[in-house]
Structures are given as C-alpha cells and as structure tokens.
C-alpha cells in the first residue's frame, strides 16, 4: 500500500518568522506602535495587549521593554518631545543643547511658525497629545505630572524667548502665546479640512507682533 506523506510546507503555509531586533530598535517599533494605538484611543482605550499583536509579539515581550502600560504612554510622550526639539532646533539653525541656553538667538514668532509648521505636518501626533491632556486633567491619570512638568517647562522656555523680544512681562507672553497655539490646534483638530493650522497661526501672530 503506498505510503502517503503529509503535505510540505510551502511560504505560503508557513508560519511567519519574527524578526530578531536589536533592543533599542525594538523599543522605538513599540514606541511607534504604541503611538498610533494612544492616539485612537486614549490611555484608557489602548492596552499592551493590542500593541504586542500589532507586532507579532507576545505582551510579556512588550513588558520586558517598557515594565507597565503607564511606562509605555510615558515613552510615548518622551519620545515625541524628543523628536520634536531636535527638529525644531535644527529649523532655528542651533545645536539640541543650545536651544534654550541664554540668551537664545531667535524670536517668539520665528520659533512659533516652526513649532506650527511641525505641528500642521503631524496631526495624529497632536491628537495624542490633546486627547492625553484632556484625560490628565485628573490627577488620578498616570500622565497628569508629565503634563504638569512639560507646562511649566514650556511657558519657561518660551519666556527665555520673550526675553530676547524684549517684552515687558516674558512669562505673560509666554503663557498667552502657549495657550493661544493650544487652542487653534483644537479648533484645527476639530475640523481639519477647512483649518489651515499654520496659515491661520501666521495671521494670529502677524497681528500680534507685526514684524518683530
């Protein structure tokens, strides 16, 4: 009786192979997964659970990289913050760590058009960041210091760069020009395809600072 043998596995049949990464690399894959689940969901929305699938990776091979869902969200906000300065930096012509050494050598509307131009390139970032700052408004939400800090920390960085403008009070400046942009980026969320974030930031500063 002829003998009959199990089917071969072809590529298409076989299971897929992970891809060996190296840790840093598999972190930033995670950082960036983790990044597009936050922004759709939230904090209370997304899990590890749906980034390890996303990946092909097991939620305790997540967990061995960023030790909680919080440490994650953290990441998440860290990284971009990162991400952000340095292209800031290199738009103003400065090196990451003269950027907010005095006395600085650019102004407030240079350094807000930048900020905006980056802003307007990267909604679903922007997203994460107004819909994790919505939910710190309780102080029970593990980002709620992270938003804290990165306030204070803005307002006073951009304070240094009202001093350079020379203006009276740099910390008023710096606070109303801080939730000014935090407001259009809400406004320009809500309707995307009729708000023109950085046009309509340019005008705003147009008429609050004319040509300084």
Not at 5 to 14: E, I, W
Not at 136 to 157: C, F, G, V
Request: net charge negative; proline share 5%.
């Amino acid at each position: 009786m002829e003998k009959i043998l199990p089917p071969r596995k072809t590529k298409s049949t076989q299971a897929p192979v992970r891809q060996r990464l190296d840790p840093e690399e598999r972190k930033r894959q995670i950082i960036e997964v983790a990044t597009t689940e936050l922004s759709k969901q939230g904090y209370w929305g997304f899990s590890v659970r749906q980034v390890a699938k996303e990946l092909g990776l097991t939620g305790p091979a997540v967990l061995y990289h960023f030790k909680s869902k919080e440490d994650l969200m953290i990441a998440v906000l860290e990284h971009r913050d990162e991400i952000d300065i340095r292209h800031t930096s290199q738009a103003l012509g400065v090196s990451y760590d003269e950027m907010w050494k005095e006395p600085v050598q650019y102004g407030l509307k240079e350094f807000c058009h930048v900020a905006m131009e980056r802003n307007s390139q990267q909604i679903e970032i922007i997203r994460l960041y107004m819909i994790l700052q919505a939910e710190a408004l309780n102080k029970d939400h593990p980002a709620y210091e992270y938003y804290q800090r990165r306030e204070e920390r803005t307002i006073s960085n951009m304070a240094k760069i009202a001093k350079h403008d020379n203006f009276p009070d740099p910390h008023k400046e710096a606070f109303d020009v801080f939730a000014a942009m935090d407001g259009l980026e809400l406004r320009w969320l809500h309707h995307p395809d009729t708000i023109d974030l950085l046009k309509e930031w340019d005008i705003f500063a147009e008429g609050r600072w004319g040509r300084r």
